[in-house]
């Protein structure tokens, strides 16, 4: 799909035909986007605005005089993307008005079933919360490198290109987040063997 949507915002330069291309362009990333910046900033309202922050300026950069046509339409916002989340968690303003990992944590729904698929979904978002907790403890840059490598399948290469760092560079950042992942997380998996 996105491969049709190059042409058209490459070249509908007048109002409300940038504005309807646009809008289409919007609705086909928008989960993606939001998931990417909801693994980045761990809190669903901060990747909500994010998200919008995300749209605006792309919007800003595409109708400008002076705007390039893109290559790659999905890299260029992802890039957006990990800038704007990263931008924030340097911030650090909104921190304050973010809440305590424990805060959200959702109770399960009592059923009667004790159907091992139930035990099985209990631990599997058990691990889910350790691993989101670990991951807010990585520093900004490897829990970039990290998301995008893991949950957004990119090449180091394309990691290399979107955040603007060397190779070797987003390998030394993936090392050091996986050992710290690794060290967060060891009962998990020295217990299973």
Not at 81 to 87: F, M, R
Request: with cysteine; glycine share 6%; net charge positive.
């Amino acid at each position: 799909m996105m491969g049709q949507m190059v042409e058209p915002l490459a070249s509908a330069r007048t109002g409300a035909e940038l504005v309807s291309e646009f809008g289409a362009w919007m609705a086909a990333e928008q989960r993606r986007v939001f998931a990417l910046c909801h693994r980045l900033l761990q809190d669903p309202d901060e990747a909500s605005s994010a998200t919008q922050d995300v749209f605006l300026k792309a919007y800003q950069a595409l109708v400008k005089d002076d705007s390039k046509d893109l290559d790659d339409p999905s890299r260029w916002l992802t890039r957006i993307a990990v800038n704007a989340c990263l931008d924030r968690l340097r911030s650090r303003k909104w921190r304050f008005w973010r809440k305590s990992p424990g805060d959200d944590a959702g109770t399960l729904e009592r059923t009667a079933s004790k159907a091992p698929e139930a035990e099985d979904r209990y631990f599997a978002s058990q691990i889910a919360m350790r691993l989101e907790s670990a991951l807010g403890r990585l520093s900004a840059r490897q829990k970039a490198v990290f998301t995008l490598r893991h949950y957004e399948d990119k090449s180091l290469d394309e990691i290399g290109t979107i955040l603007g760092l060397d190779v070797g560079t987003v390998k030394a950042h993936m090392f050091r987040a996986v050992s710290k992942l690794r060290g967060e997380l060891r009962d998990l998996y020295e217990g299973s063997r």
